[in-house]
């Protein structure tokens, strides 16, 4: 039997290691944008053209490389950064592993120009697929230019999977914007198809984060800062105010390496417990310092996965700074007292007391004659003692309503409340004026908490959620109107502005087409605003700009391909912002007409997006409860 195992050519491992590398064009910016840092430019441009599948352009004006530097940078592990292994845990660089340059020219077309400081010329090397095609001197600007052409062109099965343009180019916004918020000392700049994105001047953190966000931010941080012998936090949080649903701004730094740490963000998310929505999320920009031989950045390609020597200690540290910013700015929760489903208590009132109880003389002012002698001792300035049959009227009017007639009984638990009488069954509950959940001979359903509604059926109780009960009725309705392109619209009052992201411009521009047809009337204002004059009929008193926000960034996450997916997606971010709320009391004929419609569709067990509607708790199920 011959032998079977073979080394492979370094063309093909260098494309399988391509894979882990270079994802996607966001991955060629940030590893060349990374390299320039570490070369110590000051000013980086990066130029693409059609989201990075057709170029893809890096100049800086760093240190640049010299004839075999530039040779040698192509080659697998090769780097400067580190010599031993015992350099990875003092690594002050962003690149160290020498794998990004000789994984993108694996996968597309390369040029380089580049020249140091103490050069009278330079070199330009071309590569194609691993293949240095020529190097010959060149004159150029000290520092690199180094372009990327045709991105996977060699590898048609990575090509074909990449998303369109808006996806992609959203992905590299994004991206920008991670490298452009660990590096506020540097000028960048972004240009997409010949149009300047971004043109960012070196300045403070805070400048940036308005630079790169809209000015609005400025007004809506607090400054967070701290410092210890284990940890040095600083940067800013928001404003509890401010917290978003979806798309909420929240980056996390450590010694200038973007990183990703579900542990830190459940840190930041337990101060806000308390001060927002559960469906919200707050806002921030948080830069960690440490000991670089207390943390590894080596655990993956990417190097956005950071592991901590004192994670546990560096919790506890961050969480108390949070929540020392959040308390010293004001920022903590008022006290608010629930009034749902609270009895009313009577007040005393001289002008309703009855012919039993003390008059009061509202006229009378104690100022105006003097004290008289008092027998008693007691009792003060014209004092009176109140007769006993009077007090005991008001003891009697306190606990009014109180007390229920002697043929009922009072249920109270965590999810229901009800008032029932003995001999009626769950099955005719009703909701009152006060929220509180009690008899109606017309109802079969009844309100949970405002959350829930529950009715009887044949196999037992179902429980339905109202929310994603009205979202699964508007979606069928919105996608019904879209797909007859008859929406209709309404005018508003008052045109609203929105400030954009580049990223979220780029999408607005990409499906203005389909908001057209659903409905919106968006008129570009300049500087990445937008102004919204008419939303559609259907979306009734919501909030227009929150409509738009919620379809944009349903739409950032991935712009479906066909006419038919992007009108399915716009009709459930159109049903998620018209639906009523978690919260809500609803009516006896409101929860009547709202289970009517559901029960009334093809598939009322789930919302469009997977997540179930209806719950059945069945006689078994019942049983087991008791």
């Known amino acids: ?35 320039a840092v570490d070369a110590g430019a000051s000013s980086i441009e990066v130029i693409i053209a059609d989201a990075g599948r057709t170029l893809i352009q890096v100049v800086d004006n760093g240190r640049g490389m010299s004839d075999t530097d530039a040779r040698m940078a192509f080659e697998r592990h090769a780097t400067s950064k580190i010599v031993r292994a015992d350099d990875l845990f003092a690594l002050h660089t962003m690149g160290f592993r020498g794998e990004a340059l000789a994984s993108i020219c694996a996968v597309a077309q390369v040029e380089l120009r580049t ?15 691993s293949k240095v095609e020529s190097q010959e001197p060149a004159g150029c600007a000290t520092g690199c230019n180094l372009l990327v052409k045709n991105l996977f062109y060699n590898v048609p099965a990575r090509r074909k999977f990449l998303k369109k343009d808006a996806v992609e180019f959203t992905n590299i916004a994004r991206e920008f914007e991670r490298l452009a918020l660990v590096n506020p000392d540097k000028d960048l700049t972004l240009v997409h198809n010949d149009a300047v994105v971004h043109q960012l001047l070196r300045g403070s953190f805070k400048h940036r984060i308005s630079d790169l966000f809209g000015k609005c931010m400025d007004k809506q941080l607090i400054p967070v800062s701290t410092a210890t012998s284990i940890v040095s936090i600083d940067g800013f949080i928001g404003r509890p105010e401010h917290a978003r649903r979806r798309n909420s701004l929240q980056y996390f730094t450590v010694n200038g390496r973007h990183m990703r740490h579900p542990y830190f963000h459940k840190a930041v998310m337990q101060c806000y417990e308390k001060l927002i929505p559960a469906d919200q999320q707050p806002n921030y920009f948080l830069n960690l310092t440490v000991d670089p031989a207390t943390i590894d950045v080596n655990i993956h390609p990417t190097k956005n996965e950071i592991k901590f020597e004192n994670e546990s200690a560096i919790w506890q540290i961050l969480m108390a700074a949070v929540k020392e910013s959040l308390g010293r700015f004001n920022a903590g929760p008022a006290i608010d007292f629930d009034m749902t489903d ?15 109880d003390v008059k009061i003389d509202k006229s009378y002012n104690p100022f105006d004659a003097p004290a008289p002698e008092s027998s008693n001792g007691g009792g003060g300035v014209g004092y ?10 008001d003891w009697d009017k306190l606990y009014e309503g109180f007390m229920s007639s002697a043929d009922s009984i009072s ?32 109802s079969s359903t009844i309100q949970v908490r405002g959350k829930y509604i529950m009715s009887p059926s044949l196999s037992g109780v179902m429980v339905i959620d109202q929310h994603r009960a009205h979202v699964r009725v508007l979606y069928e309705r919105f996608l019904d109107q879209m797909r ?3 929406p209709g619209s ?5 045109p609203e502005v929105m400030d954009l992201t580049p990223s979220q411009h780029a999408t607005v521009q990409s499906i203005s087409v389909q908001l057209a047809q659903a409905g919106f009337e968006l008129s570009y204002l300049g500087d990445r605003s937008w102004s919204v004059a008419a939303v559609p009929a259907m979306l009734g008193q919501s909030n227009p700009c929150e409509a738009v926000m919620r379809i944009i960034q349903d739409a950032e996450d991935g712009v479906p391909d066909s006419a038919d997916a992007l009108i399915q997606s716009m009709a459930l971010s159109l049903a998620r912002s018209a639906a009523i709320t978690a919260g809500k009391r609803l009516g006896a004929e409101e929860r009547e007409q709202l289970l009517s419609e559901l029960l009334r569709l093809s598939s009322p067990n789930y919302t469009p997006d997977g997540l179930p509607v209806i719950r059945m708790l069945s006689e078994e199920d019942l049983a087991k409860l008791f």
């Open 1 to 35: 039997m011959s032998d079977i195992i073979r080394l492979l050519p370094d063309s093909v491992a260098n494309q399988i290691a391509a894979g882990e590398v270079i994802q996607r064009p966001a991955s060629v910016v940030k590893e060349l944008v990374e390299n």
């Open 115 to 129: 020249k140091t400081a103490d050069s009278e010329v330079g070199t330009r090397l071309i590569i194609n697929g």
């Open 342 to 356: 609270t009895p009313e208590i009577p007040v005393f009132n001289p002008d309703v007391y009855g012919e039993h």
């Open 384 to 393: 009176r003692k109140p007769a006993r049959a009077a007090v005991l009227s």
């Open 411 to 442: 249920l109270t638990s965590d999810s229901v409340e009800a008032t029932l009488p003995i001999e009626d069954t769950i099955s005719d509950l009703d909701t009152n004026e006060s929220g509180t959940t009690v008899l109606s001979p017309t």
């Open 484 to 486: 007859k392109d008859e």
């Open 490 to 494: 309404q005018n508003v009052m008052f």
